[in-house]
């Protein structure tokens, strides 16, 4: 019997091997969190995390228009906090 991979897993799994770089600051969830290739498919459902250290960001040198930009699904399930420029959840941040 074969082991049955789910959508989320081979999602996870393809931007994983997209984008990570073990030699690179941030963990692969970070640099896939940062992903700024719009035009992939996958870009709307890519796996996100709420919390990228300052480090990190400076690391890739992304500016906070940058991180605008990069808003984590339109703001449906996570945002950048306009307050603190830091990378929030929905439930975290919403009102």
Known sequence: MSARKSLR?????????????????????AQVTLCSVHKCELWDVRPTTDTIPESVIEYYGVSRSELSRLRLKSGLYGGISDQTGSVESRTKGAT
């Open 9 to 29: 897993g081979a999602i996870n799994a393809h931007c994983k091997s997209c984008i990570y770089d073990r030699e690179a600051a941030g963990t692969w969830l």
